[in-house]
C-alpha cells in the first residue's frame, strides 16, 4: 500500500521560513518524480515545486522561485520544501504527490500517488 505522509506545517510569520517534509512508503521512492502541491481555501491546487528522480532537475512555479527549495533524500524516502521569505499569500494546505515518469509535470492529473497535507498557516 503506498503512504504518502507530510508533516512540519504550522503557523508562522511573514518573513519567516518552514520547512515541510513528506514521507514515502510502500513505492520505489527512489525512483518516482516528487511533488509539492498546495491548495488554499476556494481556490483550485495549485503545482509549486517538483524534483525528478533521474537527474534532480527542479521546477517550480514563478511565485516561490527565490524562496522555497524542493530537495530529496533517497535514503530516508524523504522530499522536503523548504520555503524561505514566507507571505501570507502561501498560506494553504500542502500535498506531496509522486509520479514514476522523470518529467516534472506541473498538471495534478499527472500524478497517481498523494498524501493527506500538511496546513502551513502564515499571518502578516
Known amino acids: 500500500q503506498v503512504q504518502l505522509v507530510e508533516s512540519g506545517g504550522g503557523l508562522v510569520q511573514a518573513g519567516n521560513s518552514l520547512r515541510i517534509s513528506c514521507i514515502g512508503s510502500?513505492?520505489?521512492?527512489?525512483?518516482?518524480?516528487m511533488a509539492w502541491f498546495r491548495q488554499a481555501p476556494e481556490k483550485e491546487r495549485e503545482f509549486v515545486a517538483a524534483i525528478s528522480w533521474l537527474d534532480r532537475k527542479t521546477n517550480y512555479v514563478d511565485a516561490v522561485k527565490g524562496r522555497f527549495t524542493i530537495s530529496r533524500d533517497n535514503a530516508k524516502n524523504t522530499v522536503y520544501l523548504q520555503m524561505n521569505s514566507l507571505e501570507p499569500g502561501d498560506t494553504a494546505i500542502y500535498y506531496c504527490?509522486?509520479?514514476?515518469?522523470?518529467?516534472?509535470?506541473?498538471?495534478?492529473?499527472?500524478?497517481?500517488?498523494w498524501g493527506q497535507g500538511t496546513q502551513v498557516a502564515v499571518s502578516s
Open positions: 504527490a509522486a509520479r514514476r515518469p522523470t518529467t516534472t509535470l506541473t498538471s495534478p492529473a499527472e500524478y497517481s500517488y
Open positions: 510502500g513505492l520505489p521512492f527512489s525512483h518516482m518524480t
